[in-house]
DNA sequence: TCTCATTGCTACATTTACTGTAGCAATACG
DNA sequence: CGTATTGCTACAGTAAATGTAGCAATGAGA
């Protein structure tokens, strides 16, 4: 079940082009990718503890985008539950930009 | 089928909250979402050519996509076809640490 | 005006992805 | 032993996405 080559495996839509951030895209563009890693921001969770934080989401799903993002090298599981590996949390850094720009974007939806 | 309030619709997971940042990752894990953005980050683009450039994906799913980002305030289409408002740039704005980590990213995945 | 090509967009049957509920084996605590 | 976690999986039902085809509207050319 453990792959390798994560950011070139098959089933990875737009990585035929070579190009990384087609397959980034393609990995956080899938359901639950991207909540994942915002929930794990602040800290290690465990299994059912995401799954609370992730709005009660299907653990069939969480845990097919655990297993993913644990072979991107995103995250890993520890003795604490599930976490951001260095990597992840750096590829959580790119959020900070995502999460000012939703503040701002609710702000000019009302008008 | 038009549909109004963007950032708080009801179909939209995580928007309960009333977290924006759970709308736009919502909005954002959507399948081709992320590409849509990306592809058109040049400049404006056909409906034709932005599904070459998204590697001939569904006609279907792209109108959908579309649709809702334009109503969500991202692209606009015009005479030069879909193109990015300027709060879709600013949008794209936050990808380009991404992009970059992207990079790093692959690079490291060898080992 | 009659093609012909392009635009944005949609129908619809098939396939894939996701959900919701239930429950497993392993571990730990009493 | 019971019971309460953990990570994880099975499976039936539902929702989402795909792939192919084609529509109406627009414009260019003969």
Redesign the interface.
Known sequence: MAKQ????KPGV??SRSGR???????L????????IV?ELREGALTSRALRTAC?EASPTILQTRLTELRE??FVELTDDGYGLTV?GR??F??FT???R??????K???S
């Open positions: 080559a994560p950011a070139t839509r737009g990384p951030i087609m397959a980034l895209l393609d956080l563009g899938r359901r639950w990718t991207l909540r915002w709005d991107a090298g990597l750096e590829l850094q790119t930009p995502l999460h720009f939703a503040e701002r974007w609710s000019q939806e009302g």
